[in-house]
């Protein structure tokens, strides 16, 4: 069976077949049955104002005798007095059960953050996984020593996969993950895509613990990197919560 909607406000259409594929303006998500796609590429970006950003990872500073600052969490902080388009807001997704998300069309000279809200994986005692793409997301390295990462459980020097969380995530109901994981320039060559994290998760256990999470990983090779993907190590995703994407200037 065949669904299909359409939205004359914004100008969004929904066909819907196992698979959608929805436009607000020129952005693209295609979200299938087994994987999802963001492509950041074909989006007209919306500018928001720096007032918005306390709870995106940053805390805005004002004051009357100096310009406005963003301090973001890995310790960096940016002056939006310039430019307002310095931090932009670039979409937000609600996942689906799929068994990964990739995010594509990364464009050089910005850091970007990625804010997952409350997802949720299908399948007990996993991790959720973190992969880089350099052909657009046509495929993403995961080959032996690919990786290396730090977190609170884990600290490894060759993997297929960043992990930004520990290997013991429930799936019972509310069970659920938050993270911000911050891409630092992925369009740079020779260095190396790197990206610190932090958040909490909700463990196994019988009565689950919310605990917290930070560190950081990187792609060995020092290649650019254009597509993201995050993955459960095991199974699908829940159809629960949000990912979140915004992107900051490097100059």
């Known amino acids: 069976m065949t669904l299909k909607k359409s939205d004359k406000l914004t100008d969004k259409s929904l066909i819907q077949n196992n698979f959608y594929n929805s436009k607000f303006g020129n952005k693209n998500i295609t979200q299938k049955n087994t994987s999802e796609n963001i492509d950041l590429n074909k989006r007209n970006f919306i500018k928001k104002s720096v007032l918005g950003l306390a709870g995106v990872g940053g805390i805005v500073a004002f004051s009357k005798f100096v310009s406005p600052w963003v301090i973001f969490r890995d310790g ?114 020779g260095e190396g895509a790197s990206v610190v994290f932090n958040g909490a998760y909700m463990s196994n256990a019988a009565t689950p613990a919310y605990g917290y999470v930070n560190g950081a990983g990187k792609i060995i090779a020092a290649t650019a990197v254009d597509a993201v993907q995050f993955l459960p190590s095991s199974g699908n995703f829940k159809a629960q919560g949000d990912i979140a994407i915004f992107r900051r200037k490097l100059s």
């Open 76 to 189: 960096t902080a940016q002056n939006t007095a310039a430019s307002t388009a310095n931090f932009e807001f670039v979409s937000t997704t609600a996942v689906t059960a799929v068994s990964n998300i990739d995010i594509t069309g990364l464009a050089s000279g910005y850091d970007y953050i990625f804010s997952l809200q409350a997802i949720a994986h299908g399948t007990d005692s996993t991790q959720l996984y973190m992969r880089f793409s350099d052909d657009g997301g046509s495929t993403f390295e995961a080959d032996a020593n690919d990786y290396m990462y730090h977190n609170e459980q884990v600290s490894s020097t060759g993997e297929t996969f960043i992990s930004p969380t520990g290997t013991n995530i429930g799936n019972d109901a509310g069970n659920h993950i938050d993270i911000e994981i911050t891409l630092r320039n992925p369009g740079g060559t």
